[in-house]
């Protein structure tokens, strides 16, 4: 089960950006991975088309595995670990593992 979802805040535990934190923009279940926000950013050459007027150098973010990023606490703001635990009425939800607040 995959425990990163879309909007999630990310931390990145290993590789060349490490430490920086960000927003998960996408994540891709099947592959293992996620794009995340300012994060692993690779510098790409664009032609110049009919939409892309401009074309040249952009910069881009591109994907990395799930292994590397950590969930960060929405109330302690620490990279966490989860737990699913479900509520009464039967729906699940994730835990932190150390302040116990709902992600």
């Not at 490490?18 to 994060?39: M, S």
Request: hydrophobic share 35%; with cysteine.
């Amino acid at each position: 089960m995959i425990k990163i979802k879309k909007n999630d805040t990310v931390e990145v535990v290993a590789g060349k950006d490490k430490g920086k934190k960000g927003k998960v923009l996408r994540v891709f279940p099947e592959a293992q991975k996620a794009v995340v926000e300012n994060i692993n950013i690779i510098k790409k050459a664009r032609r110049k088309t009919q939409e892309d007027q401009k074309g040249g150098i952009v910069e881009i973010e591109t994907s990395l595995n799930l292994s590397n990023l950590m969930l960060v606490c929405k109330q302690c703001s620490k990279r966490i670990r989860t737990k699913i635990s479900v509520l009464k009425d039967g729906t699940k939800i994730r835990e932190c593992k150390k302040c116990g607040a709902a992600n």
